[in-house]
């Protein structure tokens, strides 16, 4: 199959949909592969790197849609990206469509086979291999934000995380006990803040409290412990993830006001619609706005901020279903449950039961859109 990596568009996203190391395994598997000029130079690798590794360079992103068979992405492919892309032709990449209307509609439009890594399901049947190596990066990067956010010149507190002796450390209160949730606990207890992670799933806080040793405060993440936290806090993480939906709104707007001023909310599930009522994306050129006093950071692609590390993790995780859709094509998906849950748009049908429903749009099972 020929592979195509076209450079990332959206603004300031410098991750690369294939490394150079992960080019050399795809064309070690009989695959040739398409790479837009420059599109490793976020993460130092050279054109010169991609063609040591086997890859063909091309200067235009047209090059790259018009030939190839599959396209190799990080971030969802905007406007003039979707209206290049066919029949016949599969797009691999994060799509977040729940939160993404116009986006689902030029992926129908297209005719194209769309497959997310957010909804890739792995062995087990539960976990999200694809989406984990961001999570945790978004995890850790969001406590970094909350602390700087927290700066009084950022509009925040003036507190620093982890206290001093003699001042009170910052308290952090994380919603979601998931990969975003655990890494941002890790982080925030590593630099001495008092952290409650709050969870629907009571095996899942056992588990927490197990990993902290009390390092850590767990709390089930009723109506009633949700606010109590939200309004005590000083930093609070949104972390919260449904699979292909929205995020649920856990903060809305009347609880701004009873916020403390200068307190900082980081709405990691910012992608899925966030789980503020007053969040909207925003980007790493300006992360953060102001309302109620509330200090809002909703970078829509955080890992992007540190694109080595992400690149890197995220082909190492991407690397084996990418050689098997190359490998086997529509075959590939239907033989494999994992990716069969990965895909959400299918020659003009979204085939995602989430997305649908988040949408409002009607769903075809995967399983008869591929048989048709």
Same mark, same amino acid.
Not at 232 to 257: E, F, Q, Y
Not at 302 to 310: D, E, I, L, N, R
């Given at each position: 199959?020929?592979?195509?990596?076209?450079?990332?568009?959206?603004?300031?996203?410098?991750?690369?949909? $294939? +490394?150079? @190391?992960?080019?050399?395994?795809?064309?070690?598997? =009989?695959?040739?592969?398409?790479?837009?000029?420059?599109?490793?130079?976020?993460?130092?690798?050279?054109?010169?790197?991609?063609?040591?590794?086997?890859?063909?360079?091309?200067?235009?992103?047209?090059?790259?849609?018009?030939?190839?068979?599959?396209?190799?992405? !990080?971030?969802?492919?905007?406007?003039?990206?979707?209206?290049?892309?066919?029949?016949?032709?599969?797009?691999?990449?994060?799509?977040?469509?729940?939160?993404?209307?116009?986006?689902?509609? =030029?992926? $129908?439009?297209? %005719?194209?086979?769309?497959?997310?890594?957010?909804?890739?399901?792995?062995?087990?049947?539960?976990?999200?291999?694809?989406?984990?190596?961001?999570?945790?990066?978004?995890?850790?990067?969001?406590?970094?934000?909350?602390?700087?956010?927290?700066?009084?010149?950022?509009?925040?507190?003036?507190?620093? &995380?982890?206290?001093?002796?003699? !001042?009170?450390?910052?308290?952090?209160?994380?919603? %979601?006990?998931?990969?975003?949730?655990?890494?941002?606990?890790?982080?925030?207890? =590593?630099?001495?803040? @008092?952290?409650?992670?709050? @969870?629907?799933?009571?095996?899942? &806080? /056992?588990?927490?409290?197990?990993?902290?040793?009390?390092?850590?405060?767990?709390?089930?993440?009723?109506?009633? %412990?949700?606010?109590?936290?939200?309004?005590?806090? @000083?930093? !609070?993480?949104?972390?919260?993830?449904?699979?292909?939906?929205?995020?649920?709104? &856990?903060?809305?707007?009347?609880?701004?006001? /009873?916020?403390?001023?200068?307190?900082?909310?980081?709405?990691?599930?910012?992608?899925?619609? %966030?789980?503020?009522?007053?969040?909207?994306?925003?980007? #790493?050129?300006?992360?953060?706005?102001?309302?109620?006093?509330?200090?809002?950071?909703?970078?829509?692609?955080?890992?992007?901020?540190?694109?080595?590390?992400?690149? #890197?993790?995220?082909?190492?995780?991407?690397?084996?279903?990418?050689?098997? $859709?190359?490998?086997?094509?529509?075959?590939?998906?239907?033989?494999?449950?994992?990716?069969?849950?990965?895909?959400?748009? #299918?020659?003009?049908?979204? +085939? #995602?039961?989430?997305?649908?429903?988040?949408?409002? &749009?009607?769903?075809?099972?995967?399983?008869?859109?591929?048989?048709?």
């Amino acid at each position: 199959m020929r592979i195509g990596v076209p450079t990332e568009i959206k603004a300031n996203e410098y991750r690369v949909g $294939l +490394t150079p @190391d992960a080019v050399r395994e795809f064309v070690a598997a =009989g695959h040739q592969v398409i790479v837009q000029a420059g599109a490793g130079a976020g993460i130092n690798a050279m054109n010169e790197a991609y063609r040591s590794a086997g890859a063909s360079i091309v200067g235009a992103a047209s090059d790259i849609f018009a030939k190839s068979e599959m396209i190799v992405k !990080v971030k969802e492919p905007q406007r003039s990206e979707w209206t290049q892309l066919r029949k016949n032709q599969i797009l691999f990449a994060y799509l977040h469509l729940a939160a993404d209307s116009e986006q689902a509609k =030029g992926l $129908l439009a297209s %005719g194209c086979t769309a497959l997310a890594y957010e909804t890739v399901i792995g062995a087990d049947g539960v976990s999200l291999p694809l989406l984990a190596p961001m999570s945790e990066v978004a995890g850790r990067l969001a406590i970094e934000a909350a602390g700087a956010a927290l700066q009084r010149h950022n509009g925040g507190l003036g507190m620093l &995380l982890g206290g001093v002796p003699g !001042v009170r450390p910052a308290r952090v209160a994380i919603l %979601g006990g998931g990969v975003v949730g655990t890494q941002a606990a890790r982080m925030a207890v =590593g630099l001495g803040a @008092d952290v409650t992670i709050l @969870d629907r799933s009571l095996a899942r &806080l /056992r588990q927490l409290d197990e990993l902290f040793q009390g390092r850590a405060k767990t709390r089930f993440a009723s109506t009633t %412990g949700i606010e109590e936290e939200v309004f005590a806090a @000083d930093a !609070v993480i949104g972390a919260v993830l449904i699979p292909g939906a929205s995020a649920p709104k &856990l903060i809305t707007r009347p609880m701004l006001k /009873r916020m403390k001023q200068g307190a900082v909310v980081v709405d990691v599930a910012i992608d899925q619609g %966030g789980c503020c009522e007053s969040s909207h994306p925003t980007t #790493h050129a300006n992360p953060t706005y102001i309302i109620e006093g509330v200090v809002h950071y909703c970078v829509a692609n955080m890992p992007g901020a540190v694109p080595f590390t992400s690149s #890197h993790a995220l082909n190492h995780a991407t690397l084996p279903y990418g050689l098997a $859709l190359a490998a086997g094509g529509l075959a590939a998906i239907a033989a494999n449950p994992g990716l069969r849950a990965g895909l959400n748009v #299918h020659r003009g049908h979204l +085939t #995602h039961p989430a997305v649908a429903a988040s949408l409002g &749009l009607t769903v075809k099972a995967p399983e008869a859109a591929l048989a048709a």
